[in-house]
């Protein structure tokens, strides 16, 4: 059984800190790794993807893969108000096959002013 | 570029009645998925269309959902008779071969009552 696991929260900061969301997966060989965004009563949408160890930044977010330690983390700079949303993390399977990613149940982030 | 649409948006329905909820893709966008998050719930694939053609349906729960994707196109997935636990909400992805992030259409929200 593949799995996916997040904190629930809700991650609560102040506006203009740092929001660290961190996700550990159980299947070794996964490949390939999502962040998505949902606002309530929206559709998830794509932020951030990587594929190999390290770190990947993209304006105020980082996404950070470690394989051997089966995790994968986003952390936001400079937090904001309107980054309160869910943050789904995905872990697609090895490729060769269908892209189906397997989601976690998503963290609940909460910026307050 | 029109993005994944998904019909209705709201449905509620009586226990035993049938429900057909539609997903207009991405123009060009082959794969075409459908999920469904369950209140507090994961988001849980269903299936996986390859244009016209099922790829992987190893996600349906049970012979009451039946899913298909005309010509290629726009998908539908029924629901017949609906259950009580069939409640939640059913997005629908889509995304080009080859790439492994999706778009994912604004949900139906179907409510068995």
């Known amino acids: 059984q593949k799995e996916v696991e997040q904190n629930s929260g809700p991650l609560s900061v102040p506006e203009g800190a740092i929001a660290s969301l961190n996700c550990t997966y159980s299947d070794r060989v996964s490949q390939s790794f999502f962040w998505y965004r949902q606002y309530s009563g929206k559709s998830p949408e794509l932020i951030m993807s990587?594929?190999?160890?390290g770190d990947k930044e993209d304006g105020r977010f980082t996404a950070q893969l470690n394989k051997a330690s089966q995790y994968v983390s986003l952390l936001i700079r400079d937090s904001q108000p309107s980054d309160s949303a869910t943050y789904l993390c995905a872990v697609n399977p090895p490729s060769g096959g269908s892209y189906i990613p397997t989601f976690g149940r998503g963290t609940s982030l909460i910026v307050h002013p | 570029e029109a993005g994944v649409t998904q019909f209705p948006s709201h449905s509620v329905i009586e226990k035993g009645q049938t429900v057909t909820l539609r997903c207009d893709p991405i123009?060009?966008?082959?794969?075409l998925y459908w999920y469904r998050r369950v209140m507090g719930k994961e988001i849980k694939f269903l299936l996986h269309f390859v244009k016209e053609s099922k790829q992987d349906e190893s996600g349906m729960p049970n012979n009451r959902f039946l899913a298909e994707r005309t010509g290629g196109t726009y998908s539908t997935l029924k629901v017949q008779p609906a259950e009580l636990e069939d409640s939640g909400v059913y997005f629908c992805?889509?995304?080009?071969?080859?790439?492994?992030?999706?778009?994912f259409g604004s949900g139906t929200r179907l409510t068995v009552v």
């Open positions: 123009s060009g966008h082959d794969n």
């Open positions: 990587i594929y190999s160890n």
């Open positions: 992805a889509s995304s080009r071969t080859g790439t492994a992030g999706y778009t």
